[in-house]
T-cell receptor, first 114, second 115 residues
Framework: AQKVTQAQTEISVVEKEDVTLDCVYETRDTTYYLFWYKQPPSGELVFLIR??????QNEISGRYSWNFQKSTSSFNFTITASQVVDSAVYFC???????????FGSGTQLTVLP | DTGVSQDPRHKITKRGQNVTFRCDPI?????LYWYRQTLGQGPEFLTYFQNEAQLEKSRLLSDRFSAERPKGSFSTLEIQRTEQGDSAMYLCASSRSGGAADTQYFGPGTRLTVL
């Protein structure tokens, strides 16, 4: 069975602060893929990143960075110098084994205050 | 590419009525997925098509739900005899097969309210 846990329900920061969103996953498969999506108030899920289980290299894309650690089954997401436009719900998701569907966490509501 | 589109964006219906939603995937995407999202939760998988074949269905997809993708392009999701518990956002996603896992791109969703 697959499971994704996002323990932080809501986070509030002031603009320009750094913020880290936590994601812990469970799967028995050795091959799996992890994703982050952003859901702004408009409601549409926007793809941010995909990582596979064989690539533990951290990734940086502009103000976004991701820390993948198999030892702790975590795939955390950091926004550096947050901006008001980053306010959204962020979802971590997992696809493993032969399953094509995504298993999502319950999301973290990020509010960036001006 | 034009993104995934869904129609209608909002639907209000009375309990017991049937409703049908449509999803148009990104062109050339051969995989299409339906998810349901309730308030405060992440999306939950309902069903998945590769071309016109429905390959997987969740146990969440009761007998009142049916999905089709007749020509491997657009898809429809029908809910018969709607119940108040069906109120949710219905999301469609598409992807292109070509690796071990595809990246799914989502549409704007159809918000269903059952009175």
């Amino acid at each position: 069975a697959q499971k994704v846990t996002q323990a932080q329900t809501e986070i509030s920061v002031v603009e320009k602060e750094d913020v880290t969103l936590d994601c812990v996953y469970e799967t028995r498969d050795t091959t799996y893929y992890l994703f982050w999506y952003k859901q702004p108030p408009s409601g549409e899920l926007v793809f941010l990143i995909r990582r596979n289980s064989f690539d533990e290299q951290n990734e940086i894309s502009g103000r976004y960075s991701w820390n993948f650690q198999k030892s702790t089954s975590s795939f955390n997401f950091t926004i550096t110098a947050s901006q008001v436009v980053d306010s959204a719900v962020y979802f971590c998701a997992l696809s493993s084994g032969s399953a094509r569907q995504l298993t999502f966490g319950s999301g973290t509501q990020l509010t960036v205050l001006p | 590419d034009t993104g995934v589109s869904q129609d209608p964006r909002h639907k209000i219906t009375k309990r017991g009525q049937n409703v049908t939603f449509r999803c148009d995937p990104i062109s050339e995407h051969n995989r299409l997925y339906w998810y349901r999202q309730t308030l405060g939760q992440g999306p939950e998988f309902l069903t998945y098509f590769q071309n016109e074949a429905q390959l997987e269905k969740s146990r969440l997809l009761s007998d009142r739900f049916s999905a089709e993708r007749p020509k491997g392009s657009f898809s429809t999701l029908e809910i018969q005899r709607t119940e108040q518990g069906d109120s949710a956002m219905y999301l469609c996603a598409s992807s292109r097969s070509g690796g071990a896992a595809d990246t799914q791109y989502f549409g704007p969703g159809t918000r269903l309210t059952v009175l």
